[in-house]
T-cell receptor, first 113, second 114 residues
Framework: GESVGLHLPTLSVQEGDNSIINCAYSNSASDYFIWYKQESGKGPQFIIDIRSNMDKRQGQRVTVLLNKTVKHLSLQIAATQPGDSAVYFCAESRNSGNTPLVFGKGTRLSVIA | DGGITQSPKYLFRKEGQNVTLSCEQNLNHDAMYWYRQDPGQGLRLIYYSQIVNDFQKGDIAEGYSVSREKKESFPLTVTSAQKNPTAFYLC?????????????FGPGTRLTVT
């Protein structure tokens, strides 16, 4: 069946350093991937997405990398700030996002000031 | 949280009672979703609707029911048949227009059943 997982459940990073959060997916038919940030007690907030016809996409301080060969997705956060502390989820979908997203369990990012 | 509202933020019920969680969106989105989140866990899909008057079961639909009478509204009823209803419930919506559209979430409702 479909599954989306994360390599590390927790990640601690020094303020100002770069963060890398990894995600593995198992469905080779997935063609749309998305990263969310969730702060405690709040709904997930969209960060960035990428389609399978791309290997890399950049946003403001964030970059998503997609390696379809090994079914791996990563989120890079540059110059990590205390406000980046949250749980980060990756999710995958098929049909350009028209099938429901399948979420991983999440990685908690803690930024050390 | 965009234009998606969920109410109330906290909800308390006694075991055996049905309870309805509200989800409204003013984004003119076609698709709406309900997820359940347990502590330290990811999101699991309960129900989704891609068009008015139609909806599909997700991975954990047992003990829940939904309706989609209006495009803006997708209420979720947690019935007494749901064995472990205490959780954080999240509603989301997404446009189904041409192209790829990201999914946006509401602020969530934390339901506690005792």
């Amino acid at each position: 069946g479909e599954s989306v997982g994360l390599h590390l459940p927790t990640l601690s990073v020094q303020e100002g350093d770069n963060s890398i959060i990894n995600c593995a997916y198992s469905n080779s038919a997935s063609d749309y991937f998305i990263w969310y940030k969730q702060e405690s007690g709040k709904g997930p907030q969209f960060i960035i997405d990428i389609r399978s016809n791309m290997d890399k996409r950049q946003g403001q301080r964030v970059t998503v990398l997609l390696n379809k060969t090994v079914k791996h997705l990563s989120l890079q956060i540059a110059a990590t700030q205390p406000g980046d502390s949250a749980v980060y989820f990756c999710a995958e979908s098929r049909n350009s996002g028209n099938t429901p997203l399948v979420f991983g369990k999440g990685t908690r990012l803690s930024v050390i000031a | 949280d965009g234009g998606i509202t969920q109410s109330p933020k906290y909800l308390f019920r006694k075991e055996g009672q049905n309870v309805t969680l509200s989800c409204e969106q003013n984004l003119n989105h076609d698709a709406m979703y309900w997820y359940r989140q347990d502590p330290g866990q990811g999101l699991r899909l309960i129900y989704y609707s891609q068009i008015v008057n139609d909806f599909q079961k997700g991975d954990i639909a047992e003990g829940y029911s939904v309706s989609r009478e209006k495009k803006e509204s997708f209420p979720l009823t947690v019935t007494s048949a749901q064995k472990n209803p205490t959780a954080f419930y999240l509603c989301a919506s997404r446009s189904d227009g041409q192209g790829v559209h990201e999914q946006y979430f509401g602020p969530g409702t934390r339901l506690t059943v005792t």
